[in-house]
């Protein structure tokens, strides 16, 4: 599993506005390059963001459900990403002072890339997550 933290300068709430709103989905998470639906259930538990990944012409449609929505403590996803596989990925966020503390916390479970060893996905996830993370900060702290 891949783990990366984050200090913001904003408050949980922030980071979980920007999270329920689904079509900012391809504006924080790396390689997901367009929305083209969100559930109306959204960030409901079982409902699906409709997104696909890739840069084009060589983009490939999937889907990223919610599987737990505790705002603004912890929300849990599946993200699809055919034929690469499927991770959990967790958000977690808690107060620190005027801020928080954003974790990311992101596992394949499922595909080609669970079989991949664990200390070559690691350090890979962790990269594009240092990137995910400072796209999520810049939403949640302009209160996006």
Excluded at 34 to 46: E, I, L
Excluded at 136 to 144: D, R
């Amino acid at each position: 599993m891949a783990t990366n933290t984050r200090a913001m300068d904003c408050t949980p709430d922030d980071v979980f506005r920007v999270l329920a709103n689904g079509w900012l989905y391809p504006t924080w998470v790396v390689g997901a390059s367009r929305m083209r639906d969100v559930d109306a259930a959204w960030p409901g538990r079982g409902a699906e963001l409709h997104h696909s990944f890739g840069v084009w012409p060589f983009l490939l449609d999937d889907t990223t459900q919610m599987k737990e929505w505790d705002p603004p403590h912890r929300a849990v996803l599946r993200a699809r990403g055919w034929p690469v596989g499927e991770a959990t990925v967790t958000i977690r966020a808690r107060r620190q002072g005027s801020g928080c503390v954003v974790r990311i916390d992101e596992d394949p479970v499922k595909g080609p890339a669970t079989l991949i060893p664990r200390f070559l996905t690691t350090p890979m996830l962790r990269w594009r997550n240092v990137e995910t993370l400072n796209r999520l900060a810049f939403l949640a702290e302009a209160g996006a």
